[in-house]
Antibody, heavy 114, light 107 residues
Framework: QVQLQESGPGLVQPSETLSLTCTVSGDSITRNVYYWVWIRQPPGKGLEWIGGVYYSGTTYYNPSLQSRVTVSMDSSKSQFSLRLSSVTAADTAIYFC??????WGQGILVAVSS | EIVMTQSPASLSVSPGERATLSCRASQSITNNLAWYQQKPGQAPRLLIYEASTRATGIPARFSGSGSGTDFTLTISSLQSEDFAVYYCRQYSTYFRTFGPGTRVDIK
């Protein structure tokens, strides 16, 4: 059973960079069936797809966030990561990491505030 | 970008009744559509993929249909644990997109 767990700071200062890590267990992160993604959900609102990285390392991003987002993978640690630069209050959300359609982390609330 | 819309935005249903939720894509996504259920404080749970295939462990009262641009999720007889928000999600393109959700609450 594949399991995912997000980690990172729960509070980020405006204009700084949000950095989160997702640790994957239960299977190889580089098995050629996986698309690892980040999704966020502002409090009380819907789901927004941020970006993802294929098992091969190829990345894709939401065009509306592309200039600020980097998703990367570290197979040696069985982790993939999200970096979102120049954050504002509008980036306050629960951030989920997920794999393919079915595998989700529990989510981590990140607030952007001074 | 493929834009997903869902209707209605909210739905009040009595336990035991049938609920029908709709999802529409701005262009054809063939059958690359998934449905999720989300309860407060939880991550979304996959219900249906490939428009009509139930995910592992999902009860038979959940069914999906449709292809191209129009899709439907039907809950045949609502149970108390089914009151939640339901999202559709397309995975036809590398840039996945979600619908805005349909809230199903108790009438």
């Amino acid at each position: 059973q594949v399991q995912l767990q997000e980690s990172g700071p729960g509070l980020v200062q405006p204009s700084e960079t949000l950095s989160l890590t997702c640790t994957v267990s239960g299977d190889s992160i580089t098995r050629n069936v996986y698309y690892w993604v980040w999704i966020r959900q502002p409090p009380g609102k819907g789901l927004e797809w941020i970006g993802g990285v294929y098992y091969s390392g190829t990345t894709y991003y939401n065009p509306s966030l592309q200039s600020r987002v980097t998703v990367s993978m570290d197979s040696s640690k069985s982790q993939f990561s999200l970096r979102l630069s120049s954050v504002t209050a509008a980036d306050t959300a629960i951030y989920f990491c997920a794999g393919n359609l079915a595998y989700w982390g529990q989510g981590i609330l990140v607030a952007v505030s001074s | 970008e493929i834009v997903m819309t869902q209707s209605p935005a909210s739905l009040s249903v009595s336990p035991g009744e049938r609920a029908t939720l709709s999802c529409r894509a701005s262009q054809s996504i063939t059958n690359n559509l998934a449905w999720y259920q989300q309860k407060p404080g939880q991550a979304p749970r996959l219900l249906i993929y490939e428009a009509s295939t139930r995910a592992t462990g999902i009860p038979a009262r959940f069914s999906g249909s449709g292809s191209g641009t129009d899709f439907t999720l039907t809950i045949s007889s609502l149970q108390s644990e089914d009151f939640a928000v339901y999202y559709c999600r397309q995975y036809s393109t590398y840039f996945r997109t979600f619908g805005p959700g349909t809230r199903v609450d108790i009438k």
